[in-house]
């Protein structure tokens, strides 16, 4: 299960990715539905957390957005590298509405980071993830 899991945020944050750099009608960006023909996941439990976190995602952009904004120091979301970007808003995302454990979630976000993203990413993703757990704790 962990292995799987780990594959479905592979595939979520390769689906966020290509989606934000699908910025006109004429990309060739693969839609969901092709992306998940392409990319299959071994389970139905695995589309259904895949899909879980892309619809939240897309319902609440802003407000991770917004936590995202607040906790990363001079750094905008606008500005940030679309890896990073799409990896963030995975980890905020299973923090605040799936409320995933905290500790799972920083951890999945940093491995993914050193797979997918640049040599500084794995320590920008750690602590604005740090950073948001703690504001969401001292919230509650």
Request: with cysteine; hydrophobic share 35%; proline share 4%.
């Amino acid at each position: 299960m962990k292995k799987r899991r780990r594959i479905s945020r592979e595939r979520l944050i390769q689906l966020l990715y290509a989606e934000a750099c699908a910025t006109s009608p004429q990309s060739n960006s693969p839609t969901r539905e092709e992306f998940r023909e392409l990319y299959p996941l071994e389970g139905e439990e695995d589309n259904v957390f895949t899909e879980d976190i892309l619809n939240i995602i897309k319902q609440h952009k802003q407000a991770i957005d917004d936590h995202i904004n607040r906790a990363s120091h001079n750094w905008r979301v606008e500005r940030m590298d679309g890896v990073d970007l799409a990896i963030l808003r995975m980890g905020v995302a299973e923090m605040v509405y799936l409320e995933s454990p905290v500790p799972v979630v920083i951890n999945e976000a940093v491995e993914l980071a050193k797979i997918y993203g640049s040599e500084k990413s794995k320590r920008f993703i750690n602590g604005v993830l740090h950073k948001i757990s703690t504001d969401l704790q001292e919230a509650t």
